[in-house]
């Protein structure tokens, strides 16, 4: 179901849309400021194209990740996702704190931002060890420059480098299935837009 040209904000708060075989809620957070509901399929293309903004833009790319940690506060981090399949994927060492507080509690979101968008992510994170998905992570974040490539049993990365502070290799590769995800347009004519699977 699309919305209807000229809808109202309470309407379009109420739209609903099927997404890979999944309802979607839209909520238009900008109707208050008289602006239209962001597109789904504009957020995706960006989000697909990965494509960051420009160099010196008000929001060149930086991803952060922020779990639970065990007394409840929340961890932030600066990391290397990657968006491909319709989730957002991450690799970190076994004894960082995002892989401590995953393993307990999977809820995270990922902030991130894209071409003439910034976007926040919600939703849980489990490890993959699934050699076939590693290594086709592996290969898209060579595409991005990274020589990285799977080790040796195929459940976890290995490269001659990776950020300070995570420890040895292997890494271990981490989905989020998104539950939300929320996209605020840095140009004319603006919106800001919830959608919740």
């Keep these: 179901m699309q919305p209807k040209p000229g809808a109202s904000g309470a309407a379009l708060s109420a739209a609903r ?6 309802g979607m809620k ?7 400021d008289g602006l239209e509901p962001l597109q789904w399929e504009a957020v995706q293309e960006r989000l697909n194209a990965g494509e960051p903004p420009a160099v010196g833009a008000p929001n060149q790319r930086t991803t952060w990740l922020t779990t639970v ?3 409840g506060s929340p961890h932030v981090t600066a990391v290397g996702a990657l968006w491909l399949d319709n989730a957002f994927w991450f690799q970190t060492g ?10 307990r509690d999977p809820r995270c979101a990922v902030s991130t931002s894209i071409l003439e968008m910034d976007v926040v992510v919600e939703g849980s ?8 998905t590693v ?11 990274w020589p990285v490539e799977p080790d040796d049993e195929g459940t ?5 480098f990776n950020a300070p502070g995570l420890g040895p290799a292997p890494w271990q590769v981490y989905r989020i299935t998104p539950s939300s995800m929320t996209a ?6 603006g919106g800001s837009t919830r959608f919740d699977f």
Excluded: M
């Design 17 to 22: 849309f099927c997404n890979y075989g999944r």
């Design 26 to 32: 839209i909520t238009n957070i900008g109707a208050g």
């Design 69 to 71: 940690n065990s007394d």
């Design 94 to 103: 076994t004894a960082t704190a995002k892989a401590h507080n995953v393993a």
């Design 125 to 132: 994170a489990e490890r993959v060890t699934d050699a076939a």
């Design 135 to 145: 290594a086709r992570l592996a290969r898209a974040w060579a595409e991005q420059g």
């Design 156 to 160: 976890g990365l290995t490269a001659p």
């Design 184 to 189: 605020v347009l840095g140009i004319e004519p």
